[in-house]
């Protein structure tokens, strides 16, 4: 069996209670990859929990320059290295966003034969290039520093508002194998990039721009060291955005239906049977979760 090894980030208390809840899940719902690795990248300067030995939970702290914690997602990108670059095998890693969750057997997420990356798209275009549009500066200016050429660039299709784009890679969930360091070129090229002076006149004008740069970054690194042919498109049964179910184009009846999703701040914020069905157990241990209740 291919071993599939889970990890996630947790820069502060509530990013760290979401990885608990990730970690639940998987132990709860995983199958046959129940007893799977679970690594937890977390800052040196946040202190690492010692009541948690039931989950299993491999923390592995990692330094980083302030400047990078303050930026957006810069803790994210970090922290994806230092996991990889910790693992450096032959497994397979499975690289999610804290606030997600194993809902099946997540057999889905291994890679076919000769693929290099799974990836789920981006699920609105917000800064994304549209393919019916000029390729607009901030993208130029990431093709250039890649070395990609935008007019062989395949569509891509963003998975709630269904609009065509030039590739743009969903940084919540990232599937690759660790020896082929993709994931510690994202850091090495955002730790590179994110300060550059040439981008920051975007961030000035649109914040989101800020925001999105990681994304933007693991775009081009995948565009530029991975072919169309060993990339593999999981469909929206992985990383469903749970907070965008009421508008997504393909929505399930229940949660239970689901291999894996993002929920953002729905929990924090509401029920999720509020939103969607859910069947027990999994009902149950969401509901564990969720503050003030």
């Known amino acids: 069996m291919t071993q ?8 502060d208390d509530n990013t760290l209670h979401q990885a608990q809840l990730l970690a639940h899940s998987l132990r709860e719902f995983g199958g046959i990859y129940r007893n799977s690795r679970f690594i937890v990248a977390i800052p040196t300067t946040l202190k690492i929990p010692t009541d948690l030995q039931n989950l299993h939970i491999e ?4 330094s980083l320059d302030p400047a990078v914690m303050k930026f957006p997602f810069g803790t994210k990108v970090i922290a ?9 095998t032959d497994s397979t890693l499975v690289w999610m966003d804290s606030d997600c969750l194993i809902i099946q057997q997540p057999d889905a997420l291994l890679l076919p034969e000769g693929k ?8 609105h275009t917000v800064i994304g290039s549209r393919i019916m549009q000029s390729v607009d500066f901030f993208w130029q200016l990431i093709y250039t ?3 990609i050429d935008a007019e062989l660039l395949p569509m891509m299709t963003t998975t709630v508002d269904q609009e065509a784009i030039r590739p743009y890679f969903n940084a919540g969930l ?3 194998h660790p020896a082929d360091g993709l994931l510690r070129r994202w850091a090495k090229w955002f730790l590179a990039l994110y300060q550059d002076d040439r981008f920051k006149p975007f961030y000035a004008v649109n914040p989101l721009y800020a925001v999105f740069m990681h994304q933007a970054v693991l775009t081009g690194v995948i565009l530029s060291c991975t072919q ?3 990339r593999h498109l999981y469909d929206y049964h992985v990383h469903y955005p749970l907070h965008m179910h009421q508008q997504h184009p393909q929505a399930v009846s229940r949660l239970n239906d689901l291999i894996t999703c993002q929920y953002d701040t729905l929990l924090e914020t509401t029920h999720p049977q509020e939103i969607i069905p859910i069947a027990p157990p999994l009902a149950d241990l969401i509901k564990t979760f969720i503050p003030n209740e």
Do not use: C, N, Q, S
């Open 4 to 11: 599939l090894i889970f990890a996630t980030r947790a820069a």
């Open 59 to 62: 923390f592995l702290p990692f």
């Open 80 to 88: 994806a290295g230092a996991v990889e670059r910790h693992l450096d």
């Open 116 to 123: 290099k990356l799974g990836y789920r798209p981006v699920d």
């Open 145 to 147: 520093i890649f070395r």
């Open 174 to 176: 990232v599937v690759v």
């Open 228 to 230: 169309p042919e060993a």
